[in-house]
Antibody
Framework: QLVESGGGLVQPGGSLRLSCAAS????????MTWVRQAPGKGLEWVANIKEDGSEKYYMDSVKGRFTISRDNAKNSQYLQMNSLRAEDTALYYC?????????WGQGTLVTVSS | DIQMTQSPSSLSASVGDRVTITCRAS??????LNWFQQQAGKTPKLLIY???TLQSGVPSRFSGSGSGTDFTLTINSLQPEDFATYFC?????????FGQGTKLEIK
């Protein structure tokens, strides 16, 4: 099970930290991923992180602004989002795995607006 | 970044029809492609991985093919629950990228 939290309304330029709490599987054995979906739009791959946190990858438009991390002791992954823009408004999903995303959370909504 | 272009963007079909959705990559991605289905208001569901391997539990009316730059998702004998939006995902290189989606609607 994956449960995201931390979304909300934030002004442009602001920050948010999303969390994804995992249970029911060996969290430390899996890559983890964030995918987002703007209202009424398609899916966007945002970032992923290796099992031990040693490798992290990002989509171009969030590089330098977003940071993915994980705490295997807490079975959780995080997405620190800084310098938020209106175009970051989306439902942010947490997913298990590097690419074969079988299990997804229900998402947490981030709205960037003044 | 690798661009993924799906066609058509939308498609109308009837129950029992056979439909094909195409995904084209901006460069060779071998077979590093997955297909997802997203029903309205739900989370995405993995249908096909490695371009042609059916995910466990997915009905056999779904099939995928292709390699290199051109890929297809075929649904035989459409069922009411198949009317949804379909996305491809390339994972040949980071950043991974989704296609823009194909919305399959009831005619």
């Amino acid at each position: 099970q994956l449960v995201e939290s931390g979304g909300g309304l934030v002004q442009p330029g602001g920050s948010l930290r999303l969390s994804c709490a995992a249970s029911g599987f060996s969290f430390s054995s899996y890559w983890m991923t964030w995918v987002r979906q703007a209202p009424g739009k398609g899916l966007e791959w945002v970032a992923n992180i290796k099992e031990d946190g040693s490798e992290k990858y990002y989509m171009d438009s969030v590089k330098g602004r977003f940071t993915i991390s994980r705490d295997n002791a807490k079975n959780s992954q995080y997405l620190q989002m800084n310098s938020l823009r209106a175009e970051d408004t989306a439902l942010y999903y947490c997913a298990i795995g590097m690419r074969n995303y079988v299990h997804w959370g229900q998402g947490t909504l981030v709205t960037v607006s003044s | 970044d690798i661009q993924m272009t799906q066609s058509p963007s939308s498609l109308s079909a009837s129950v029992g029809d056979r439909v094909t959705i195409t995904c084209r990559a901006s460069q060779n991605i071998n077979n590093f492609l997955n297909w997802f289905q997203q029903q309205a208001g739900k989370t995405p569901k993995l249908l096909i991985y490695s371009a042609s391997t059916l995910q466990s539990g997915v009905p056999s009316r779904f099939s995928g093919s292709g390699s290199g730059t051109d890929f297809t998702l075929t649904i035989n004998s459409l069922q009411p629950e198949d009317f949804a939006t379909y996305f491809c995902l390339q994972y040949y290189s980071v950043p991974y990228t989704f296609g823009q989606g194909t919305k399959l609607e009831i005619k």
